[in-house]
């Protein structure tokens, strides 16, 4: 009797780490898909802005009792995508942590998973992949806010 729980523990231990390596590959791909929603609002949200300013400052009739003066009106735009990109950045910077650490957490589960057996599923399976462990798209989504709030400041001192 004592053998045999031995060997049912071994194999509920199994399931266990099974059932969080689901949960941890799941809030991961999870946080992947928060970041990218994320940073197409962040593009829906500044191309937006720059849709208003062309069809604003296009017109023939600008009406600058309306809405200012261009200037006015610029600043007014771009202090807004200043705020909407710092905020959206923020949100994509933190999401990112958050991403990163589930990825780990399902590393370290994988890595149990591979003593008892298994094999590499999200970990490099070898020195070649080692470029696997870090996502370089991470890059690109942090970059983009600092882009885009660049791209407003400049318009704002532009229209002092």
């Known amino acids: 009797m004592v053998n045999e729980d031995k060997s049912n523990q071994g194999t509920d231990e199994v399931a266990v780490l099974i059932e969080q390596y689901k949960t941890a590959v799941g809030l991961y791909t999870h946080e992947d ?7 197409n609002n962040l593009f829906y949200l500044n191309f937006g802005l720059w849709a208003v300013v062309g069809l604003v400052l296009k017109t023939e009739n600008f009406n600058t009792a309306l809405i200012g003066s261009p200037q006015f009106f ?3 735009i771009s202090f807004n995508g200043v705020i909407m990109s710092l905020v959206l950045g923020i949100a994509v ?12 957490r399902a590393f370290d589960i994988e890595e149990e998973l591979i003593k008892k057996g298994g094999k ?3 970990l490099p399976a070898s020195k070649s992949e080692s ?3 870090e996502s370089r798209t991470i890059w690109m989504l942090r970059l983009l806010p600092i882009i885009f709030i660049v791209i407003w400041l400049v318009v704002f001192i532009i229209n002092i």
Request: glycine content about 8%.
């Open 74 to 76: 610029m600043k007014v």
């Open 120 to 122: 590499p599923v999200l």
């Open 131 to 133: 470029f696997l462990r």
């Open 93 to 104: 910077w933190s999401g990112i942590g958050y991403m990163q650490s589930r990825k780990y």
């Open 33 to 39: 898909e928060l970041n990218w929603k994320k940073t």
